[in-house]
């Protein structure tokens, strides 16, 4: 028998593991159970597990499924499975539950009318409601007279937490009485005796309390629930319930899930919700013991609290009381000492053993005067650490609030020390967004002084900083506005940004609001700015802030830029955090994160900081709207889970200890910036005495107050990230290869540059809408004939629905592409008469597909009409005018052949994928020529051209990873792209 790589790779970590890593391997059928704490490697046995399923069974890689909690955990788990089983790895179905949801949806929208007809919205739109609702709903406790919208964060979170548990408005309102009851048939709620005699005590008038404001809420989720509906809206949360509510009422639906995901790992099983919960036992219900292995630690609860873990573990032994439990005891990161200390803070049993002897550190704890102190003590114990070759990605900084990175950032930047912040930054606080949001609020508030100061210090507009003093100070001296001396003013550059001003003004009141947001960019000079300085972040930035302009047009057709103004008044009016994107790890980097952004990791230096009883300890809870404990129960025990917020975060700082695999240091500042004292987090004296080590910083405080000009040393830049070859590769790495990023490279580089590689931000055209619209109306009838018959009626709903769902269009134009739609699809289906002879995957998604070393490609297929199990032909649907055959194989003046390519690109694909053959590509356009007849081209690839395909694939992800790309340019003396490059010298 001739051994395959893939063998040797799997042999070769399989004899790496213990005992109990084995048998979770080796336990390929039934329920499985693996306890598994910290650096136990429970990625490895998930990964190893898959693999060994493909090898001992005949399973296809497309029929498993791996749930995961993160998006960052599917990624880490995928790279795992590549390097033991290849291109295959990109078939086997990781996802987040969510992306899952998602997937059922998209596959199966004939189940989920509500979602399919719906408009997703944002939680900005959200609270918009909310808003509305709080204003006119009759609340007493939840709408306080002196802030009426205190608790409108807390009842949007609360809402999205009971739809995570699967709780609708009726189950909750249900669930409220019931717990009413119990709560009023208590025979200990009143004092019998004593001054308080007759009153109800002490202890249970918090919970009275908090009934009362679950009640209230439950009004308002209703309201927002029937809104919701009458608006066809749904919000990112309703996705679950859906899918939860589709499988209990679709036995098909369930039956398809259950054939396809025939294998079921989840990973975090101690963090799935009620509804998550819910969906795993349907999915696995077709047979008593379904291959369904669970594996988690309640130890690590950190996203949802204890009691409800626990339940989770309880309910799954109750519902598969077969089930293998495997316990993994062997830690393989940290040294034994850490692990003890980490251990003294929970209860008794589950100890861990520590792999390696020779880790003996202890946790190493510092007290500091002040927050300036401790923060340049880790600064100076870092560089030390550098300066003895620790690799900088290997020293994390764990905080447990987001805003806490900023103070710590500035220091490493004074102290030289190049950091990643990985835990979430607030989009609107990125540098480049802050100034098109001050154009923005200048041209929404032209003539008011407040918002045209701002505008004023942009340095892109290249105003004399003493000039625009000059100008504030004589229009206060003058009693001016602002306004009146810039349009007097006879300063060139003041001028120039006034006349700008008042044509971004009128263009604001006419243009769309993608087109109105790029022209901004564009002219304003922020766009050239943003190549000139080669940071990569900005443009992250910049497309995300893009990105919530074109929901808006989505979700409102016609929107214009006040909308999206009120839209952004919002977001700052409710302190709403919209996530910067975040680009690859920096391998010269040290790691900035809050302490739940690093479960799963792991460092070999870890920096606690800030650890006092204000962040770690009972006085951390800040939740002033609690739900009833019933809401997380999967069984019957309706209110006797622990809610303890103190064993939350007891947790998190368990978590936040066992990241570290040789030292771990906690630090904390006795006194507050206004000269309060703080306490020590009381989990930090619970730890074992002889395994905690107390740092001597009198020393270092005396040092630095004597020399107090580290203090306020000017910050050296360290974090900027110039657009470099290794950028230029990391981005090619995290994106397979499509065949129209490989066209829009052979057209210009710059092109494939800069739509594909940084993807700045560019307004979608009416034509392209166009086209999606069509395209997704025919992948519905495709989906939909295989269960029934379809007529025009339903083809041309689909299309009217997908084109308003798009939203970018304006009325007139949405009209216009709606009558043209109706009118090409209805003669596309009586000349095409598609019927299902073979069968047909319509948008045939392929995840990725191994060329090389580094060259992955992906790609959707419109239509893959199986003639045999391994023999299919492609249909590409093309809208626009019929081109001709010469034309696609570029063969004319005109074109160079992308579309043909496009064909090649597919048979390639499949031939990667799973050896299947493309008997032929076909090219049918789905609007007639000008004399109303309809056409398609077929063509069968030549092994030549798929030969050919290759060279090109090579040539160009070499000139992309080289660079050598970098002083070409296009024939167009008239391109944009080629423009932008220039900017770059």
């Not at 129209?740 to 931000?761: E, G, M, V």
């Amino acid at each position: 028998m001739v051994r395959t790589k893939f063998d040797e790779g799997f042999e070769e970590r399989y004899k790496a593991l213990n005992k109990e890593q084995k048998e979770a391997v080796d336990t390929i059928e039934g329920p499985v159970l693996v306890v598994a704490g910290p650096g136990t490697g429970k990625t490895e046995i998930l990964t190893l597990r898959i693999a060994n399923i493909l090898k001992k069974t005949d399973t296809k890689p497309e029929n498993i499924l791996a749930l995961t909690f993160t998006d960052a955990a599917s990624g880490n788990m995928r790279r795992r499975l590549i390097s033991l089983i290849e291109a295959s790895a990109y078939r086997v179905n990781i996802e987040t539950f969510h992306s899952f949801c998602n997937k059922i949806i998209k596959d199966y929208p004939e189940y989920f009318p509500t979602i399919i007809g719906s408009s997703n919205i944002t939680e900005v739109e959200s609270v918009d409601i909310l808003e509305g609702l709080i204003e006119k709903l009759l609340l007493q406790i939840l709408k306080p007279w002196g802030d009426p919208f205190y608790y409108i964060r807390d009842i949007y979170k609360k809402i999205e937490e009971l739809k995570r548990e699967g709780i609708s408005p009726e189950k909750f309102t249900e669930l409220l009485a019931k717990e009413e009851r119990r709560f009023k048939s208590r025979d200990d709620l009143i004092h019998e005796k004593g001054a308080h005699k007759g009153k109800m005590k002490s202890e249970h008038k918090d919970f009275e309390r908090q009934l009362e404001k679950n009640k209230e809420l439950a009004m308002v989720y209703a309201a927002y629930q029937k809104i919701l509906g009458e608006k066809r809206l749904y919000d990112w949360s309703d996705m679950i319930m859906e899918v939860l509510q589709g499988i209990e009422k679709y036995p098909d639906l369930k039956l398809n899930l259950q054939e396809n995901h025939q294998y079921i790992l989840v990973d975090e099983h101690q963090d799935t919700n009620n509804a998550q919960n819910k969906i795993l036992e349907m999915m696995g219900d077709f047979h008593k013991n379904p291959n369904i292995f669970i594996v988690g630690d309640e130890k690590q609860a950190i996203f949802r609290f204890q009691g409800a873990s626990i339940e989770n573990f309880n309910y799954f032994k109750k519902l598969y009381p077969k089930a293998k439990l495997v316990r993994l005891g062997i830690n393989y990161r940290s040294g034994q000492n850490i692990l003890d200390a980490a251990h003294s803070l929970l209860s008794p049993g589950g100890q861990l053993i520590s792999s390696d002897k020779k880790k003996v550190s202890n946790i190493k704890v510092g007290e500091f005067t002040d927050k300036n102190v401790e923060l340049y003590f880790i600064a100076e114990k870092i560089k030390e650490l550098l300066k003895k070759n620790v690799s900088p990605k290997e020293i994390t900084i764990l905080y447990r609030s987001n805003k806490e990175a900023f103070p710590l950032a500035e220091v490493l930047e004074k102290s030289g020390i190049i950091y990643s912040i990985e835990s979430d930054e607030n989009l609107l606080g990125e540098r480049f967004v802050r100034k098109i949001l001050a154009i923005l609020l200048a041209i929404e508030n032209f003539e008011n002084d407040q918002f045209l100061v701002p505008v004023l210090h942009i340095e892109e507009f290249d105003i004399d900083p003493v000039d625009a003093f000059r100008l504030i100070n004589e229009a206060g001296r003058k009693r001016q506005s602002i306004y009146v001396l810039m349009s007097k003013s006879g300063i060139p550059p003041i001028k120039k940004l006034f006349g700008k001003l008042k044509e971004w003004v009128r263009h604001s009141k006419n243009d769309h609001l993608t087109e109105f947001l790029e022209r901004i960019l564009r002219e304003s000079g922020l766009l050239d700015s943003m190549i000139r300085s080669r940071d990569a972040e900005a443009f992250l930035g910049i497309e995300k802030f893009f990105e919530e302009g074109k929901r808006i047009s989505a979700n409102m057709r016609g929107a214009g830029f006040s909308d999206f103004m009120r839209y952004i008044s919002i977001i700052q009016k409710r302190k709403i955090f919209i996530k910067k994107p975040k680009h690859n790890i920096r391998e010269d980097a040290i790691r900035l994160m809050t302490t739940h952004r690093s479960k799963g990791l792991e460092f070999e230096y870890v920096f606690i900081i800030n650890a006092g009883e204000r962040s770690f300890g009972s006085k951390a809870d800040r939740d002033a709207l609690r739900l009833i404990p019933s809401i997380y129960s999967l069984g019957n025990a309706v209110s006797k889970l622990d809610t303890g917020t103190e064993e939350d975060e007891r947790r998190l700082f368990y978590v936040a200890m066992t990241r570290a695999k040789f030292e771990a240091y906690i630090t904390y500042s006795s006194f507050d910036e206004n000269g309060k004292e703080i306490l020590p987090s009381p989990f930090i004296l619970e730890i074992r005495e002889d395994r905690k080590e107390k740092l001597k910083t009198q020393q270092f405080e005396k040092n630095l107050k004597s020399d107090p000009k580290k203090l306020y040393a000017e910050r050296q830049k360290t974090g900027g990230r110039e657009i470099d070859r290794k950028f230029v590769t990391e981005l090619f790495n995290s994106h397979p290869l499509s065949v129209t990023a490989l066209n829009n490279y052979l057209t210009c580089p710059w092109k494939y540059f800069y739509r594909n590689l940084l993807r700045i931000p560019t307004a979608p055209e009416k034509h392209q809408i166009y086209g999606i619209a069509m395209h997704n109306a025919v992948e519905d009838l495709w989906k939909a004939m295989k269960d029934r018959e379809v007529d025009k009626k339903f083809l041309l709903s689909s299309y009217k629905r997908h084109l308003g769902l798009l939203g970018v269009l304006r009325q007139s134009e949405f009209e216009e592409a709606l009558k043209r739609g109706e009118k090409a699809l209805s003669g596309w289906l009586l000349w095409a008469n598609p019927k299902i002879n073979n069968p047909v995957v319509s948008e045939f998604s392929i995840k990725g597909a191994e060329l090389s070393s580094g060259i992955v490609l992906s790609g959707k297929l419109d239509k893959v009409e199986f003639v045999s199990p391994k023999k299919a032909i492609v249909t590409d649907y093309k809208t626009g005018s019929p081109k001709t055959r010469n034309f696609i194989e570029g063969k004319t003046k005109e074109r160079t052949g992308d579309i043909k390519r496009q064909l090649v690109f597919y048979k390639l694909l499949l031939i990667l994928n799973d050896d299947l053959e493309m008997t032929s590509g076909v090219v049918e356009f789905l609007e007639p020529n000008t004399s109303g007849k309809y056409n398609k081209e077929e063509f069968e690839i030549k092994e030549s051209e798929i030969k050919e395909l290759k060279q090109i694939i090579l040539k160009f992800a070499e000139e992309i990873k080289s660079l050598s790309f970098w002083d070409k340019t296009c024939r167009d003396k008239n391109c944009e792209y080629c423009s932008l490059r220039k900017l770059l010298k």
